[in-house]
């Protein structure tokens, strides 16, 4: 039994360990792709850039917090006015929480693999819709 129990606590801690470095180097090396955006946080008058997968659903455009580390969801939360870099064009928005059945079509329609859930330890997954400011 004490062999199971130390097995089970190792195979534990290796995943964590390897959540943890998956996380970290996504985090440092913000890999960009096509869909890719900038998004621009205020928090106590500073500015934070984060770079984000852009998901595109009956013409909204919309982000997602995939991860543990999820500061810029915070701080668009916390103040919902942000800007935004998208295909070579700045604008300012207004991140508006996605609740309810809006949340639960966009779950089933960008839906992340397990691969993808597994290297990052099966966090929350939280949208933030982003409406244009006037």
Do not use: C
Not at 95 to 108: C, D, R
């Amino acid at each position: 039994m004490r062999i199971i129990r130390i097995t089970l606590i190792s195979l534990v801690t290796i995943y964590i360990g390897l959540v943890v470095l998956f996380e970290s180097w996504l985090g440092y090396s913000q890999p960009k792709n096509s869909n890719s955006l900038i998004i621009t946080t205020f928090h106590n008058s500073e500015s934070k850039d984060r770079v984000l997968s852009a998901i595109n659903n009956d013409s909204k455009l919309y982000i997602s917090a995939n991860h543990w580390p999820r500061a810029w969801y915070r701080q668009a939360m916390a103040n919902p006015n942000v800007e935004v870099f998208y295909k070579g064009e700045k604008n300012q928005y207004i991140a508006i929480p996605v609740e309810g059945e809006e949340h639960t079509k966009l779950m089933k329609e960008h839906a992340h693999s397990l691969t993808f859930r597994l290297l990052t330890g099966f966090p929350p997954r939280y949208f933030l819709r982003l409406d244009l400011k006037d």
